[in-house]
C-alpha cells in the first residue's frame, strides 16, 4: 500500500522565536518490518524540523528542550549540521540526536541512529555508515537498557546485534533480561525472539522480516529439538523458557 501526505504548518521557534513554514511531506510504504523495526512503514519525509534562523533541528521545534539554546550556538553544533559526508538529511537527524542526549531522551537517540542506518541501507551505499549508526544506536541503546527492555526495542536490539555480528553480546543480554522479556511480550514477539535467537545459533547475520517467522514456524518441540541437536549451552537453558 502506497500513501503520500503534503501539508504546510506554521512554527514558532522555541529558541529564537523565528516563524517558519514547514512543508511536511511523507511517502510511504505500508509491508513487513524487518526483525530490527525497519519498514514498517517506509517512510521518506523531513524527520526533523528546521528552524530557518538558528538552525534549532527538532521534530517540534515550537517545543524547546532544556539547554537547547546553548547548544544551537555551540561550534559543535554547527559543524554538524554542515558535515558534507552525509547523505541529505542525516545531519538534521544527528543534530536532534545531541538535542535530545542532553535531556536523556536516550530512546529518541537510539532510534535516530538507526533511521540513519536504514537511510543508508535504502541507498545501498556505504556499508561503514550503516555498521557506524547501528553501533551508535546500541550505544545509546544501552544508556538506559533497564527502562528499554521493557518495550518493542528489545527484538530491535537483538536483532541488531546479530547483524553486527555481536552474537555472544545478544546471548548475554537475552540471559540476563528474559524473565523480563517473557513478562512484557505477547506470543507473536516472542516468536521472533525465538526466530532471532535461532539464526544468532547459526551465525547469520543477514536482514529478515517478520514474514520469515511465520514461514519458518517455530513450534516448542521443534525449537526444543533443535536446543538438544545444537548442544550449545546457552540454548540448552533456554529448554521449557516458554512454555
Not at 530512546?107 to 537511510?119: E, H, P, Y
Not at 514477539?189 to 519458518?216: P, R
Request: proline share 0%.
Amino acid at each position: 500500500l502506497n500513501m503520500s501526505i503534503r501539508r504546510e504548518e506554521i512554527k514558532i521557534c522555541s529558541v529564537c522565536w523565528n516563524i517558519n513554514k514547514i512543508m511536511w511531506f511523507s511517502s510511504m510504504y505500508i509491508s513487513e518490518s524487518d526483525l530490527d523495526a525497519n519498514s514498517i512503514w517506509t517512510f521518506y519525509f523531513n524527520w526533523v524540523d528546521r528552524c530557518k534562523k538558528c538552525w534549532y533541528c527538532n521534530t517540534e521545534i515550537d517545543k524547546l528542550i532544556p539547554w537547547t539554546k546553548e547548544l544551537v550556538k555551540s561550534e559543535k553544533y554547527n559543524k554538524q549540521l554542515n558535515d558534507t559526508k552525509y547523505i541529505n538529511w542525516v545531519n538534521e537527524l544527528l543534530c536532534w540526536v545531541m538535542v535530545n542526549e542532553l535531556a536523556w531522551y536516550y530512546i529518541k537517540c537510539w532510534f535516530m541512529n538507526l533511521i540513519c542506518s536504514w537511510m543508508y541501507l535504502d541507498e545501498n551505499s556505504n556499508d561503514e555508515y550503516i555498521k557506524y549508526f547501528k553501533n551508535e544506536a546500541i550505544r545509546y541503546f544501552e544508556k538506559d537498557i533497564k527502562k528499554l527492555v521493557k518495550s518493542w526495542n528489545v527484538l530491535a536490539y537483538i536483532d541488531t546485534l546479530r547483524q553486527l555480528w555481536e552474537f555472544t553480546k545478544a546471548e548475554v543480554f537475552f540471559q540476563k533480561y528474559k524473565n523480563d522479556i517473557i513478562k512484557e511480550y505477547e506470543s507473536d514477539m516472542i516468536n521472533m525472539i525465538k526466530f532471532d535467537l535461532k539464526l544468532i545459533s547459526e551465525k547469520d547475520s543477514d536482514i529478515y522480516t517478520s514474514d520469515w517467522v511465520k514461514k519458518s514456524e517455530i513450534k516448542e518441540e521443534v525449537f526444543e529439538e533443535y536446543i538438544e541437536e545444537k548442544n550449545i549451552s546457552f540454548f540448552e537453558k533456554l529448554k521449557g523458557l516458554f512454555k
